[in-house]
């Protein structure tokens, strides 16, 4: 009998992984190229031709002990410093290999953070819309996720709002950005309003309270956007890392978490998250990816790809009358619905074979989100399909 804890997790399963088999079903009926899958975050931009090359370069030249052995639970020591040196010309911070814990992707860097940070009944904020398995990760250490809203038109969030509720249980805030579900990127101004408002309620409670920035989408933005650098405004801030999307290496797990060196205990918190490392189950971030991506931290994916991919679907979109926040990062979309009931707007799309996920899924009802790490083709073919869906609601 398994634990009343997973049960619900199993009732309860992801709402774009079960779209995802969906699309699988749909497309041995109608045949691949006539279902139009915009449910799964997975990068469709080739990573980077260096990663091949280390690749072999690392199998063929490396001693195997040095690629395949044991090593520090928080990675490899040549591989984080050479991150931290990326990172400190990159950024203008100052940082060392002592800041930085590699991770089994972004979500393996949270939940050592979470497992870090709280006890039991502690609260996490995060702002909806937010990636849904933010409330599983707080789940897993019995904290609370307590859910924030924010503004309908900019999805920007609201600091007075926030100012309300935190209060002496609030242990940390996850933002994203640029964000999934909706490629919004929050401006400098945002982020100086946040610091600011957290550092009077820490002096107000006198408790610490923990910014962690998850940042997959870091290097996926468009039209200039400016993403700030979270450890540069804040002093008990983290940010969680992941090359799945930077360099298009989804199924590799691999990433980091890098803490402020100024942060509220430090050196408590960095011993933890090397112990959380390992007794999580994860034991260490994939070696041979490790070595990997320290020779390729200047490579990048082509992001005009994306870009391209963006500006056709948003365009098409809004000219037959859906509402969207244009993007600035990320490879999503996130639409109002036109009808209150998001999930059935879902279900309705499915008439068409396109494939949305409910806003609901990311704690904002009334919305849709596509992702649009698709082929130019796909997107191009599936737009008479949007048409339809637009003229079954006569939005237009």
């Not at 469709?44 to 260096?50: D, L, Q, S």
């Not at 063929?60 to 044991?70: F, S």
């Not at 992707?105 to 996490?124: C, R, S, Y």
């Not at 963006?310 to 979109?317: A, G, M, P, T, V």
Request: charged residues 25%.
């Amino acid at each position: 009998m398994i634990s009343n804890k997973m049960k619900d997790l199993v009732a309860n399963s992801s709402i774009i992984r079960a779209m995802f088999e969906e699309g699988k079903r749909l497309s041995s009926i109608y045949g691949e190229e006539n279902v139009f899958d915009y449910s799964l975050g997975n990068p469709n931009v080739a990573p980077p031709e260096i990663i091949k090359i280390e690749i072999n370069k690392i199998l063929n030249e490396t001693t195997p002990k040095l690629v395949h052995g044991y090593m520090n639970n928080s990675g490899y020591e040549d591989v984080r410093s050479k991150i931290a040196e990326f990172l400190n010309k990159k950024h203008n911070v100052n940082i060392s290999l002592n800041n930085i814990v590699m991770t089994c992707g972004a979500a393996g860097g949270l939940n050592i953070l979470l497992k870090t940070l709280l006890n039991p009944e502690d609260e996490v904020i995060a702002f909806s819309p937010f990636f849904g398995e933010y409330r599983n990760y707080v789940n897993n250490f019995d904290g609370k996720l307590v859910v924030v809203p924010t503004d309908i038109d900019t999805f920007e969030p609201d600091m007075h709002v926030l100012k309300d509720i935190i209060n002496s249980k609030t242990k940390a805030i996850i933002i994203n950005s640029p964000n999934n579900p909706t490629g919004v990127v929050y401006s400098e101004k945002v982020i100086q309003d946040l610091a600011k408002l957290l550092c009077e309620k820490e002096e107000e409670l006198g408790t610490s309270i923990y910014l962690i920035s998850d940042e997959p989408y870091r290097e996926i933005v468009y039209d200039n956007a400016f993403v700030p650098y979270i450890l540069k405004y804040y002093k008990n801030s983290f940010i969680g890392y992941s090359y799945s999307k930077s360099l298009s290496l989804p199924g590799e797990r691999i990433g980091y978490v890098v803490a402020n060196t100024n942060m509220d205990s430090f050196e408590d918190i960095m011993k933890s998250l090397n112990v959380a490392n390992r007794i999580l189950g994860f034991v260490n971030a994939p070696s041979l990816f490790q070595r990997v991506i320290a020779n390729c931290l200047e490579a990048e994916v082509d992001v005009s790809i994306y870009k391209r991919n963006r500006d056709i679907l948003y365009n098409h979109l809004i000219k037959i009358g859906f509402k969207c926040v244009k993007p600035e990062g990320a490879f999503y979309l996130f639409i109002r619905t036109p009808i209150a009931d998001d999930k059935k707007f879902c279900q309705d799309a499915k008439q068409f074979n396109l494939l949305l996920v409910a806003g609901s899924a990311f704690g904002c009802p009334g919305h849709a989100r596509l992702s649009y790490c698709i082929s130019y083709d796909k997107i191009e073919n599936s737009l008479p399909a949007f048409d339809k869906l637009a003229e079954l609601y006569k939005i237009k």
